[in-house]
């Protein structure tokens, strides 16, 4: 753990939320990570609040060995019943965002839940409000989180900003036009991916807007390498190797066999991790002409795959949209400092924040090779410069260049003076992308 992750982990509760569940009667408490039963009740808390099954003994020592560095949050009723068992539960880590250009500090946040049988009554709403003051003031510029519902988390200033796209390829009809990788591709074993895949996701996700690295079990989880993974004999990994021995490439997948017609089976890719084009175009020629397979399904792609210009047949591929991966602005300047901008101009930026901590006037002035400048500026909008009124909720879709501003303007959403030079300025050569959810 660096530093900012250790004082994010270990900071104070946050006084208005304390005070704010307090006066329901409750008390919030942060879980102290090597008390193994309270960990426990927690994670079977978060297991009851995501509707999942209970969680069995294995469960609870691999949590506990692998995700302690998460900062962990309870509400505990002590009139309940069950009373070390949480009723809320939240957790978040300093993570590292890859934006457009560079890296951003981030509070990655999840396992938020609320049980049933205490929810609207607004713990969501204080457990929030207090983590995103405490990231704020120990200097994340930025908090990001998956959803499990669209409509929960534009109020306290989340915007979707990377979304992802699922794919269902008619393999056959698709017919693949991309380039024949010179590399080779290879089956390995979980284990011996286990030994390549951190290396290779820190590889890629420096270039990739969207993604963040992780922690702890996570690549277990994936590979099916630790004691409470589910199915882990159902998955398969290939390797893409270039010419000169370099592995840059891997792919994760199961497949469900079709009974009635074994040549109609069903390949899902869990995971397609690829460092190079080459890498990149092998591996999915590989899927698309694997013998038995019909279909062909992969989920948490971009919504600019050059995929998409590698088969004869785009209409093969039926595409879905979904909002993804959320981006909240905690501090405008530190935010905008750490990206790359698309074509230089000054823009002065008026930002509206319901909670406050990214309220302000900022003026952006962006050099052509990318960099931005970030001063406040007050009274009239200096001469020449595009002005920009919108929510933190806006600019924060927009941080990572995957939604035009000029779309966000003709959406209602943006008010400006120039929204195509606006766009411009925010834009980016690449659709920001988070390959799994947190
Ligand atoms: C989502 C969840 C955490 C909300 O907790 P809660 O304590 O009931 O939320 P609050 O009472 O603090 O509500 C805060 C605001 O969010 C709104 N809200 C809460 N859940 C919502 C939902 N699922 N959809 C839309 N709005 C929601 C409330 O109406 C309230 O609105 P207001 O500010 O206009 O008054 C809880 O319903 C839950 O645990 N759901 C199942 C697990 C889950 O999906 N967690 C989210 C994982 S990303």
Not at 121 to 137: C, D, K, P
Not at 159 to 172: F, K, L, Q, V
Request: proline share 5%.
């Amino acid at each position: 753990m660096n530093d900012l992750a250790r004082s994010h982990h270990d900071a104070p509760l946050d006084d208005l939320s304390l005070a704010a569940v307090a006066g329901q009667g409750l008390a919030l408490r942060r879980v102290d990570d090597a008390d193994a039963a309270q960990v426990a009740a927690w994670l079977d808390a978060v297991s009851r609040g995501f509707l999942d099954g209970e969680r069995n003994e294995t469960q609870h020592r691999a949590f506990f060995d692998l995700l302690g560095y998460r900062r962990k949050l309870g509400v505990y009723d002590e009139d309940a019943p069950h009373p070390e068992t949480p009723s809320a539960t939240f957790a978040s880590w300093a993570a590292e965002l890859t934006v457009p250009g560079g890296t951003v500090p981030t509070c990655a946040i999840t396992s938020v839940t609320v049980a049933p049988t205490h929810r609207r009554r607004g713990l969501l709403r204080s457990l929030m409000t207090g983590e995103l003051r405490t990231a704020a003031s120990l200097g994340l510029p930025v908090a990001t989180l998956t959803v499990s519902e669209s409509g929960i988390y534009g109020r306290f200033g989340f915007g979707p900003a990377a979304h992802a796209t699922s794919w269902t390829i008619a393999s056959r009809r698709a017919t693949w036009t991309g380039p024949i990788a010179p590399g080779r591709v290879d089956f390995v074993s979980r284990e011996h991916a286990r030994t390549l895949v951190e290396a290779l996701h820190e590889r890629i996700r420096r270039t990739s807007p969207g993604e963040v690295d992780m922690p702890g079990g996570h690549w277990d989880r994936f590979l099916g390498t630790r004691p409470d993974a589910e199915k882990a004999d159902q998955r398969r990994v290939l390797q893409y190797r270039s010419p000169a021995g370099e592995v840059d490439g891997l792919v994760l997948y199961s497949v469900t066999e079709n009974e009635h017609d074994y040549s109609e089976s069903t390949l899902d890719v869990a995971l397609l991790m690829a460092a190079t084009d080459e890498a990149y175009a092998g591996l999915w020629r590989f899927l698309l002409s694997m013998d038995l397979i019909g279909t062909v399904r992969a989920g948490e792609l971009s919504t600019d795959e050059p995929l998409w210009w590698m088969i004869a047949d785009q209409r093969a591929a039926r595409i879905a949209v979904r909002d993804h991966h959320y981006v909240r602005i905690l501090d405008v300047p530190a935010a905008l400092r750490a990206r790359r901008f698309g074509a230089p101009g000054l823009v002065a930026l008026e930002v509206a924040d319901a909670l406050g901590l990214a309220e302000g006037r900022w003026l952006l002035r962006a050099d052509a090779d990318g960099t931005g400048h970030v001063t406040a500026w007050e009274g009239a909008a200096p001469a020449g410069a595009i002005t920009a009124r919108l929510g933190v909720a806006e600019l924060s879709a927009a941080y990572l260049g995957g939604v035009s501003l000029a779309t966000l303007a003709r959406a209602g959403r943006v008010e400006t003076t120039d929204a195509d030079a606006l766009a411009r300025v925010f834009g980016w050569s690449r659709a920001p992308r988070l390959s799994y959810w947190y």
